[in-house]
T-cell receptor, first 114, second 109 residues
C-alpha cells in the first residue's frame, strides 16, 4: 500500500481565515514533506519532518505553520494567507532511508485564497 | 548552482515510442527519480536509477549515465493515458530532491 491521504481536496479561504490541511500515511514512513506547486511548475519543498522532528524549513513565511502530531500525521496550519499563496499543496512521505527513499505523494489540496 | 534541464513539451503518436531526456548538474548525486503527473493530480513514482545503465519496468524504461549527468525515460507503445507531465528529480549530496521543470507529453491519435 503506497497511499498518502490528504484533506480537504479543495479549500477556498479569505485572507483573514485560519484553516488547516491534513495529511496521513500508514506505510510506516518516518519522513513527511509539504510541497507547494503552482501550475506548470515543479513542486517546491516547504517543510520536511524526519522522525517527527522538523528537519528542513525552506524559508517559508510564518503564515504557514507545520505540525507533526505523530509519525502518521502531518498538518499545515494556514493563517493570514495572500492570494499568491493559491496553489496545489502536496504532502509526501518516505522511509527516511539513506538508500532509495522514494517519496510517495498524496492527491493534494487545491487552495484558493480570495 | 544546481540545475536540471528537460524539454518543455514533446508530442508523440499513439502506439509509438518517445524518449524524454534529462540533464543535471547538482552538488553530489544520490539517485535520480522519474515521476509522472497528470494535470491537477499528484506526482506518481515511475522509476529510480542510482547506477549507470537501463532499468526496465513494463512499457517504461529509464537510463542513467552519471559521468555525463544524463538520464532518459523511454515510453513504448504509447497510450492516450500517457499524456501527462514527466518530472526528473535528482537527490543531491544533502539527500534533498532537486526537481526539473517537467516535460509535458502530448499523445495524438
Amino acid at each position: 500500500d503506497t497511499e498518502v491521504t490528504q484533506t480537504p481536496k479543495h479549500l477556498v479561504m479569505g485572507m483573514t481565515n485560519k484553516k488547516s490541511l491534513k495529511c496521513e500515511q500508514h506505510m510506516g514512513h518516518r519522513a513527511m514533506y509539504w510541497y507547494k506547486q503552482k501550475a506548470k511548475k515543479p513542486p517546491e519543498l516547504m517543510f520536511v519532518y524526519s522522525y517527527e522532528k522538523l528537519s528542513i524549513n525552506e524559508s517559508v513565511p510564518s503564515r504557514f505553520s507545520p505540525e507533526c502530531p505523530n509519525s502518521s500525521l502531518l498538518n499545515l496550519h494556514l493563517h493570514a494567507l495572500q492570494p499568491e499563496d493559491s496553489a496545489l499543496y502536496l504532502c509526501a512521505s518516505s522511509q527516511a532511508s539513506w538508500e532509495i527513499d522514494t517519496q510517495y505523494f498524496g492527491p493534494g489540496t487545491r487552495l484558493t485564497v480570495l | 548552482g544546481q540545475n536540471i534541464d528537460q524539454p518543455t513539451e514533446m508530442t508523440a503518436t499513439e502506439g509509438a515510442i518517445v524518449q524524454i531526456n534529462c540533464t543535471y548538474q547538482t552538488s553530489g548525486f544520490n539517485g535520480l527519480f522519474w515521476y509522472q503527473q497528470h494535470a491537477g493530480e499528484a506526482p506518481t513514482f515511475l522509476s529510480y536509477n542510482v547506477l549507470d545503465g537501463l532499468e526496465e519496468k513494463g512499457r517504461f524504461s529509464s537510463f542513467l549515465s552519471r559521468s555525463k549527468g544524463y538520464s532518459y525515460l523511454l515510453l513504448k507503445e504509447l497510450q492516450m493515458k500517457d499524456s501527462a507531465s514527466y518530472l526528473c528529480a535528482v537527490r543531491d549530496s544533502n539527500y534533498q530532491l532537486i526537481w526539473g521543470a517537467g516535460t509535458k507529453l502530448i499523445i495524438k491519435p
